[in-house]
């Protein structure tokens, strides 16, 4: 897959159910953190950095970028790459063709969309404002034309695939603020805020 002209990517990408393609489970997500944590890991160890196994470079610079368009770094927390997403996601195609026609078709588009607009330049290569132009064509299935279908199928599986690994991520867990699964050794009933924002009260005893 790695070695097909992008050409053929577009049309397979085509051809094909895209959303069905970017479909992932729970259990997925999870095994594609731990096997992208273990392999960043082991290039650190080797003093090397993290190589893809299904991206090219030039894809996993665009997912890159694309990323952290989704999710920028902020006040609370890291950018999506910061988060390891990219890592994820490479980890998410292995051994899983439709998932790599789909994810490499449309990387292709989005660069073919960028050529068409500015002057043949690929997306990694275009201004904040182009990307930005190019995202708002192609982010809301209601605002775009018929010809982007397409491209909207796939960025909208892109983003939901990009908050999948964001916030199932040490980061992402962190930036939810998740309190669950604490123990508490006594139960002093609802705070009272929470009761009078209900409208409710403990029956006096």
Same mark, same amino acid.
């Given at each position: 897959?790695?070695? $097909?002209?992008?050409?053929?990517?577009?049309?397979?990408?085509? #051809?094909?159910?895209?959303?069905?393609?970017?479909?992932?489970?729970?259990? &997925?997500?999870?095994?594609?953190?731990?096997?992208?944590?273990?392999?960043?890991?082991?290039?650190?160890?080797?003093?090397?950095?993290?190589?893809?196994?299904?991206?090219?470079?030039?894809?996993?610079?665009?997912?890159?970028?694309?990323? =952290?368009?989704?999710?920028?770094? /902020?006040?609370? #927390?890291?950018?999506?790459?910061?988060?390891?997403?990219? &890592?994820? @996601? /490479?980890? @998410? @195609? $292995? =051994?899983?063709?439709?998932?790599?026609?789909?994810?490499?078709? *449309?990387?292709?588009?989005?660069?073919?969309?960028?050529?068409?607009?500015?002057?043949?330049?690929?997306?990694?290569?275009?201004? /904040?404002?182009?990307?930005?132009?190019?995202? =708002?064509?192609?982010?809301?299935?209601?605002?775009?034309?018929?010809?982007?279908?397409?491209?909207?199928?796939?960025?909208? #599986?892109?983003? =939901?695939?990009?908050?999948?690994?964001?916030?199932?991520?040490?980061?992402?867990?962190?930036?939810?603020? %998740?309190?669950?699964?604490?123990? @508490?050794?006594?139960?002093? *009933?609802?705070? &009272?805020?929470?009761?009078?924002?209900?409208?409710? #009260? %403990?029956?006096? &005893?």
């Amino acid at each position: 897959m790695k070695n $097909i002209s992008r050409r053929t990517a577009l049309k397979l990408f085509a #051809s094909g159910p895209v959303a069905a393609a970017m479909s992932w489970t729970a259990a &997925e997500a999870e095994q594609a953190h731990q096997r992208a944590q273990q392999a960043k890991r082991q290039a650190v160890k080797q003093g090397a950095t993290f190589k893809p196994k299904f991206f090219t470079a030039h894809e996993y610079a665009t997912a890159g970028v694309l990323v =952290d368009l989704i999710i920028p770094k /902020d006040e609370r #927390s890291g950018s999506a790459t910061e988060a390891g997403v990219p &890592e994820f @996601m /490479d980890f @998410m @195609m $292995i =051994d899983q063709p439709q998932r790599q026609t789909a994810m490499r078709g *449309g990387l292709a588009l989005i660069d073919h969309l960028c050529e068409e607009r500015f002057d043949n330049k690929p997306f990694v290569a275009c201004s /904040d404002e182009q990307r930005h132009q190019i995202l =708002d064509a192609i982010a809301f299935r209601a605002k775009a034309g018929p010809e982007l279908s397409q491209a909207v199928t796939f960025f909208t #599986s892109f983003r =939901d695939l990009t908050a999948s690994g964001f916030w199932t991520s040490q980061m992402g867990v962190a930036d939810l603020q %998740y309190q669950g699964n604490v123990f @508490m050794p006594q139960w002093k *009933g609802c705070p &009272e805020d929470a009761l009078r924002k209900l409208g409710v #009260s %403990y029956d006096a &005893e």
